[in-house]
């Protein structure tokens, strides 16, 4: 008799190891990696059982094992028994775990609860399959055992004690009714059978054999006067706090069970199931003995049930001797919990000054977040639950407020660690939601009770959408997106802090991108929103998140739709608040590169762009990228001042120092890591080659030339960078008056490369032909120096392999007319530089029969006749210069308008033609455009009317 009263017992302590468990494992938080072999279930054998089944003291059971092991019914209990053994061993070795390695722990009490499924599952079976068993009270119990200890304790994180003394998330209020409600029907349908067969069982043929072999001692010692009287005591009282409109009040029940008969109010079957609940646990309350081990666990459930019954001092005496008790357990703890709430029907303050005292005196709730939770739950739950007490001196809202506080003092308590403290807020959000039972309006909740709740919507989306959930009106999903829509709503006012309204508004615009990863819209209105959101709230943290997600989603949209609608725009303005509010942040550092090359590269804002490439640090994926083009853009800023002849020394110097800078880092680079040292080189090839650049506008042409045959740099890896090391080169022998060198390499490389020596070569003329620019201006009275007169002769040479190639048919596609026209334009010019005027009329003659209505060829053919000098010749510059100011009518007119004029009036004056008419025509001009084309072409006029006149 006393190894069956045990078994009552040691059920309790499992109940208690429970708790240590729930302490180290109710928020995984975490991870660590772990053996496999560690999760192994334990080995079954008969040695095992036997020990389990004797612990239990059913030695039937024992008996069933060992002598009629292949019944079918033995079958599926041996099944039942092993899974509830596996269950155990992985619940003792997750709390030894979760000491050392959370994951490990984690994965253990994952199995665990899958072995405890199926201990269901198989009494389920047992109970459906063989109804006329005499074990089936037994199955039926230890179902409802296990529903109303390990599966609300366990698997929903002691979802009774929140339910009954705090606050219960949603997920804990829906398993708690449906859990206890079965329990309920188990018990009852366990106790009818028990009944039964108290004088059924004596009647049976059999019954002396089973008597011997212990049945009926486990069930009517064991069951019946103990462990059924026990769960159905607990589980009624469990059920009388059940909402009204549960299924247990509204639904059909089974009339032939008279514990299951309701009254007709929900209020007077509440007061029959609390009486049931009195009446079953009484036995136990009043024993001293305490024959069962449980008259602690009885008394604290008959207490909360005069507590339900309003009978607040009956339920305080009740509780003395667990307060007065030096245990430290769940029974203990639950006794002070219920204490306070009975406490605070007279003295509400007095309530919660026990709960504080709690806080700092008990050691499950010092170890574990759940009941630290647990605890101001209870705080916040005396609170609201008698507000109209709370209100006597101070207005409701800052009441409700009060009670809400709680929570935050939690969070914030410095005692917490930081995962204790990321545990316990996502356990606050979960509650949160459950708290707008509490007020009649959201509107009336505290602003950071409202942020929390969209923390834990935003968790909730996520997994309905990892669940395939569509955001469709009815779904959970879409559910919890209108909650966050709302409460972001609410808080969208000025007083409300602004760390609250960042982090809501930051939620809420990611609500609005789960539903929809995928459409351009979608991503680009939730990116605008949360830009401006970072630019409204830059000091605070959940900004960086925001500005970060917005920037990288519309670099993304620009990549992929640089044209279509505002995209480019709202990037530019997402990258401005980024750059100039985070400057210093790991998502400034990821969006310099990319916007500086496409958004201010790309547009001509050198010095903007290179400013950026400068910002990126050393140890980022893309700092030889920004020094790549860091490069590009003092190459492209000099060349932009070279066109406009402009000094660009300083740009040259600052050149150049960025790129020793540049070729000291890469030498030191570890080529063993391949994407960066990848990078660092291309930067090297382009840094000596626009370092060669420079040296050859500079003059140092043999510097250059020197630069890139000693250079590690194999440029015939880089075809897109070998034109313009050619070009540097070509140009570079060109100034060391190596022109037959030129040639050669020209015409070398026209032959093994044309396709990009063609490029190379054009672009070379072109370079040389903007200097010819200089002297042969009409405003400029300069005669070219020999450093020009050799550069003329070479583009001579260049052009003469130019066209050589095309004629024999290496440049593909050929070069058409056209295009041939425009080179025989520059290489009039270089005659012209060169002082043979003759071999440039000569040369653009054909072609102005062919392109007569081309006003660069008319110009050129112009200027040449004009620099011939001949009385013919001059009459032909006159009547080119005549095409081109007819071709243009009306303001504002171009330079060459100006040009065409000036050089006419000159032939004129040289050719000894209408020189009295000469002021006549500058009047003339003068009253189209009083301002002859600015300052520089007024004197010019100017000059020719007092040459004239003289």
């Given amino acids: 008799m006393k190894r069956k009263n045990g078994q009552l017992v040691s059920k309790f302590w499992r109940c208690v190891l429970c708790v240590l468990i729930g302490m180290l494992l109710g928020v995984k938080g975490w991870s660590a990696e772990f053996d496999e072999g560690l999760v192994e279930p ?48 992985y619940i003792r070795r997750a709390r030894q775990a979760a000491e050392t390695n959370q994951a490990l722990a984690n994965r253990l009490q994952d199995l665990g609860l899958e072995a405890l499924d199926e201990v269901q599952r198989s009494y389920r079976e047992m109970v459906e399959a063989f109804g006329n068993s005499p074990r089936r009270p037994i199955w039926l119990t230890n179902m409802a055992e296990l529903k109303l200890q390990q599966i609300l304790q366990i698997k929903y994180g002691f979802a009774s004690e929140s339910c009954r003394y705090g606050v219960p998330t949603r997920v804990q209020e829906i398993a708690y009714a449906e859990v206890v409600r079965e329990a309920f029907f188990l018990l009852a349908e366990a106790d009818a059978s028990l009944y039964k067969l108290q004088t059924r069982l004596p009647r049976s043929p059999g019954f002396a054999a089973l008597k011997t072999r212990g049945l009926p001692g486990m069930l009517f010692d064991e069951y019946a006067a103990k462990r059924v009287p026990f769960y159905l005591g607990i589980a009624s009282i469990y059920v009388a706090t059940l909402p009204a409109d549960d299924i247990y009040f509204t639904g059909e029940y089974d009339k032939t069970n008279s514990l299951l008969i309701r009254k007709e109010t929900i209020e007077a079957e509440r007061k029959r199931l609390l009486g049931i609940g009195l009446g079953r646990l009484d036995g136990f309350v009043t024993d001293q003995g305490d024959v069962a081990g449980v008259r602690f666990s009885a008394m604290l459930h008959a207490s909360y049930a005069l507590f339900m019954r309003e009978e607040y001092q009956s339920s305080i005496q009740l509780l003395q001797p667990l307060l007065r008790s030096q245990r430290r357990d769940l029974t203990t703890l639950g006794a002070q919990m219920l204490y306070a709430h009975a406490l605070a029907k007279s003295d509400v303050r007095t309530a919660l000054g026990e709960l504080r005292r709690l806080q700092g005196s008990h050691p499950i709730v010092i170890q574990s977040p759940i009941f630290k939770l647990m605890v101001v739950d209870a705080m916040f739950r005396v609170q609201v639950d008698n507000l109209e007490q709370l209100r006597r001196g101070q207005d409701g809202e800052s009441a409700l407020g009060q009670a809400f506080n709680v929570y935050y003092e939690l969070i914030e308590s410095p005692s917490l660690s930081e995962m204790e403290r990321q545990q316990i807020s996502y356990m606050v959000a979960q509650r949160f939601e459950r708290l707008v039972a509490y007020v009649d309006d959201v509107n009336q909740m505290p602003a950071r009770v409202r942020m929390l709740m969209t923390d834990y919507g935003l968790q909730q989306m996520q997994e309905a959408i990892a669940r395939g959930e ?23 006012e000025v007083d409300v802090e602004p760390e609250v309204r960042a982090r809501v508004g930051y939620n809420a615009a990611i609500a609005m991108y789960l539903p929809d990863k995928q459409s351009m819209e979608n991503l680009q209105e939730v990116a605008n929103i949360l830009a401006e959101l970072a630019k409204k709230f830059p000091q605070q943290s959940v900004s960086v998140k925001a500005i970060t997600f917005a920037t990288e989603t519309l670099q993304h949209l620009h ?7 505002r995209i480019g725009d709202d990037y530019a ?14 998502a400034a550092d990821n969006q310099r590169v990319y916007y500086a090359f496409y958004l201010l590269q790309g547009k001509g804002q050198y010095a903007a762009a290179a400013g950026h490439y400068k910002l990126v640090p050393f140890d980022h994926p893309q700092y030889y990228d920004a020094q790549r083009e860091l490069m590009f ?78 250079s590690d740099v194999d440029f015939e890896a880089y075809s897109n960078l070998l034109p313009r090391v050619l070009q540097v080169r070509i140009s570079a022998l060109i100034g060391l008056q190596q022109l037959s060198e030129a040639a050669a390499l020209s015409k070398t490389f026209m032959q093994a490369r044309p396709e990009l020596a063609a490029a190379t070569i054009d672009q070379l003329l072109k370079q040389i032909n903007r200097r010819f620019d200089v002297v042969l201006n009409p405003l400029n009275e300069l005669l070219p ?24 048919g290496l440049i593909q596609p050929g070069l058409d007319d056209e295009y041939l026209a425009n080179m025989d334009i520059i290489k009039s010019r270089a005659y012209r530089v060169l002082g043979r005027p003759q071999e440039a009329v000569d040369l653009l003659g054909p072609q102005t029969v062919k392109f007569g209505d081309v006003l660069e060829l008319i110009m050129a053919y112009g200027d040449a006749n004009y620099d011939l000098g001949t009385s013919e010749s001059l009459e032909r510059a006159r009547v080119q210069y005549r095409m081109v100011m007819g071709s243009y009518t009306e303001k504002p007119y171009p330079e060459v308008y100006y040009h065409a004029w000036l050089n006419y009036l000159k032939a004129c004056i040289e050719g000894d033609v209408q020189v009295e008419d000469v002021p006549l025509y500058v009047g003339q001009l003068r009253m189209r455009d009083s301002e002859l084309g600015g300052e520089v072409f007024k004197k010019a006029f100017d000059d020719l009317i007092e040459r004239v006149n003289q």
Avoid: W
Avoid at 66 to 75: F, G, T
Avoid at 656 to 677: C, W
């Fill in 573 to 586: 303005d997402a990258a401005e608040t980024l750059f100039n509010a985070f400057s210093v942040s790991k």
């Fill in 785 to 808: 120096h020999e450093r020009l007169k050799k550069e003329a002769q070479a583009v001579l040479t260049l052009a003469e392999t130019f066209q050589v190639a095309n004629e024999d």
């Fill in 633 to 710: 853009c003092y190459d492209a800023q000099i060349s932009l001042k070279q066109q406009a002849n402009q000094n660009f020394d300083i740009l040259l110097e600052a050149m150049n120092a960025d790129a020793r800078r540049i070729l000291r880092e890469v030498s030191k680079e570890d080529k063993n890591i391949a994407e960066r040292s990848g990078k660092a080189q291309i930067a090297e090839a382009v840094t000596v080659m626009l370092q060669a650049a420079g040296m050859e506008m500079r003059g140092a042409y043999a510097d250059a030339v020197a630069l890139l045959d000693e």
């Fill in 559 to 565: 990549q992929k739709y640089p044209d279509v609608g």
């Fill in 470 to 492: 569509q955001n469709v009106e009815g779904s959970e999903l879409n559910r919890y997106y209108r909650l966050i829509l709302d409460l972001a709503k609410s808080l969208d």
């Fill in 42 to 89: 334990m080995a079954m054998n008969g040695e095992v059982l036997e020990s389990y089944t004797h612990g239990l003291g059913d030695y039937h059971l024992a008996y069933l094992f060992s002598s009629e092991a292949d019944q079918s019914e033995v079958v599926k209990e041996r099944k039942a028994v092993e899974a509830r053994i596996r269950f155990d061993d």
